[in-house]
């Protein structure tokens, strides 16, 4: 983060200071030719590899515009070409980037309070070049349930599922069965997955691809249980969040009893108070009574806390 002059209480400044977000330090920019005169109350953008500073008040308004090139520190004066004039002078004004151009609206000039609204174009940087983003996620993505280069093979609801050893390494269930020696490891063809759907199974293998799940609110609870079964904790806290946010009347019974038996605390504390205060409402609903059939211990708790 880069900051540029100001008013100390005492004085108009037109030092650069750049704060680092990863060190957490501040340091002084030193900077080479003339920058613009101290001032507070002006606007300072990013464009590129430079700082624009445009308009601000030195105890009069201003409309001038300087460049501060980041990669040297190096201030120049900034003449806008051909066009429909230029602001006027003003401080206290607002202004943003939107792709190549600033834009600049209202503010004071020391008169008038203004409303007008002024776009300038930057131009082309003739050093900068466009970096395409980064495809590594869709890359691996592609490879999910592949056959190509797939070296095991899983067994989901009677289909078979290719995988990836070297993806399946950031689990610590396949990992210890791949480095293990499990018996499935190396004697089976197919290594059968019991109790996971297989659009589950494929979320779960997903996250462990790209470290990221397109997670709709349907498939949480099971994508949940299946990240427990596996001991991904990372997708197993993301599917809690999920949940977190969508607990109903209909639904809470259910995502309590899913809380308590996969040691769920956050999500477990959460429904629990959901249910409380709703325990009306809650109490007759069918996900309540299918708790109460599969485990009436967790029924008690909850009429003792009332």
């Known amino acids: 983060m880069y900051v540029f002059g100001g008013h100390d209480g005492t004085r108009h400044l037109n030092d650069v200071?750049?704060?680092?977000?990863?060190?957490?330090?501040?340091?002084?920019?030193?900077?080479?030719?003339?920058?613009?005169v101290p001032r507070d109350s002006h606007v300072s953008v990013v464009h590129g590899r430079s700082m624009y500073v445009f308009g601000g008040s030195t105890g009069a308004s201003m409309n001038d515009l300087s460049e501060l090139r980041l990669d040297t520190c190096k201030w120049k004066s900034v003449t806008a070409g051909r066009g429909e004039g230029q602001p006027g002078h003003r401080f206290c004004h607002v202004g943003v980037v939107e792709g190549d151009s600033m834009?600049?609206?209202?503010?004071?000039?020391?008169?008038?309070?203004?409303n007008d609204f002024w776009e300038f174009r930057f131009g082309t940087d003739l050093t900068a070049c466009t970096i395409p983003p980064a495809t590594i996620l869709s890359d691996l993505l592609?490879?999910?349930?592949?056959?190509?280069?797939?070296?095991?093979?899983?067994?989901?609801?009677?289909?078979?599922?290719?995988?990836?050893?070297?993806?399946?390494?950031?689990?610590?269930?396949?990992?210890?069965?791949l480095e293990g020696g499990f018996r499935e490891s190396t004697e089976q063809r197919t290594i059968p997955i019991q109790g996971v759907r297989k659009v589950i199974f494929l979320a779960l293998l997903e996250y462990l691809y790209t470290d990221f799940v397109d997670l709709d609110l349907e498939i949480a609870m099971e994508l949940f249980q299946a990240a427990d079964q596996f001991g991904v904790e990372r997708l197993k806290i993301i599917c809690e969040h999920k949940m977190l946010?969508?607990?109903?009347?209909?639904?809470?019974?259910?995502?309590f009893h899913a809380a308590d038996v996969h040691t769920a605390k956050g999500l477990r504390e959460k429904s629990l108070n959901f249910i409380l205060a709703n325990f009306e409402a809650v109490s007759k609903s069918k996900s309540f009574e299918e708790m109460a059939r599969e485990n009436v211990e967790l029924v008690l708790q909850i009429l003792k806390l009332r």
């Not at 680092?20 to 030193?30: A, E, N, P, T, Y």
């Not at 834009?103 to 203004?114: A, E, H, K, P, S």
């Open 245 to 255: 946010g969508s607990i109903t009347v209909d639904n809470a019974a259910t995502v």
């Open 17 to 36: 200071h750049c704060y680092d977000f990863l060190g957490r330090m501040w340091s002084v920019v030193v900077t080479e030719g003339v920058g613009p």
């Open 142 to 177: 592609a490879f999910v349930g592949s056959e190509s280069l797939s070296d095991i093979t899983f067994l989901v609801e009677g289909q078979e599922v290719h995988a990836h050893k070297i993806m399946l390494m950031r689990c610590s269930y396949f990992r210890a069965m």
């Open 103 to 114: 834009f600049i609206f209202g503010g004071y000039d020391g008169t008038n309070r203004l």
